[in-house]
């Protein structure tokens, strides 16, 4: 069984609006909804543990009564950044396997979630090849990157619990910064295999206007005619 850790801690400063992302409306429904709606029918998931400020417990509460979402839920406070969310919601924990995702991403599938689940390596990332050219450089070019050994990494993540417990405790000691978590198991126990499953166009991480706006056409196109 499974916990879905799920991350809502953040403020929205880059969407440029009051309300954070994850409470705006999508197709006409909170963007936080759409993906508590989808896991409550996954019975592989056991509960959800939902990382947020403090103030929006309530509401969110609200939101899981209007929707009919049934499965457990607790709450984990957010932190400064997404590793102090991470780290604290892990702290609530307590299945053997833990699956990691964002508010942010509400495009992922029922069935995106099962194919996670089902890939018999207990640590996997989605990731898509990367399609454009990339290089290393601020101002100037300071190096070249080879893009056939890169991936765009995406979320759902699945992990250890254990493992990705002690490497988040390790990172939180030496005061080191990551912004994904299988980067992080890797670079502490590179022994450890990390299965890339195949990722979808479509899981795209809603953070400027733009992407709200292209979320409507993403939702329209992938949900409502592709059912």
Same mark, same amino acid.
């Given at each position: 069984m499974y916990t879905l850790l799920f991350l809502s801690g953040g403020t929205g400063s880059r969407m440029q609006n009051v309300v954070p992302k994850q409470y705006l409306l999508l197709a006409g429904k909170?963007?936080?909804?759409?993906?508590?709606?989808?896991?409550?029918?996954?019975d592989s998931i056991s509960e959800v543990v939902i990382v947020c400020a403090k103030e929006y417990e309530q509401s969110i509460e609200l939101m899981l009564n209007q929707y009919g979402v049934k499965k457990p839920v607790r709450f984990a406070p957010a932190g400064v950044t997404r590793q102090d969310s991470v780290r604290s919601g892990l702290a609530l924990v307590k299945t053997d396997d833990v699956i990691v995702h964002?508010?942010?991403?509400?495009?992922?599938k029922i069935e995106d979630?099962?194919?996670l689940i089902a890939?018999?390596?207990?640590?996997?990332?989605?990731?898509?090849?990367? &399609?454009?050219? @990339?290089?290393? %450089?601020?101002? *100037?070019?300071?190096?070249?990157?080879?893009?056939?050994?890169?991936?765009?990494v995406q979320l759902p993540q699945k992990f250890?619990?254990?493992?990705?417990?002690?490497?988040?405790?390790?990172?939180?000691?030496?005061?080191?910064?990551?912004?994904e978590d299988a980067g992080m198991i890797y670079l502490y126990?590179?022994?450890? &295999?990390?299965? @890339?499953?195949? %990722?979808?166009? *479509?899981?795209i991480k809603l953070t400027t206007r733009i992407d709200m706006l292209a979320g409507e056409q993403i939702y329209d196109d992938v949900f409502r005619r592709r059912k």
């Open positions: 909170p963007v936080i909804m759409h993906i508590l709606e989808r896991v409550d029918s996954i964002e508010a942010a991403r509400p495009f992922v979630f099962e194919r890939v018999k390596e207990r640590n996997a990332t989605f990731g898509l090849d990367i &399609p454009f050219s @990339v290089l290393r %450089g601020h101002e *100037y070019v300071e190096g070249l990157l080879e893009r056939s050994e890169l991936i765009n250890e619990t254990k493992l990705l417990r002690e490497v988040h405790d390790r990172a939180y000691a030496e005061k080191r910064s990551f912004t126990h590179p022994e450890v &295999p990390i299965k @890339v499953c195949k %990722g979808m166009d *479509y899981d």
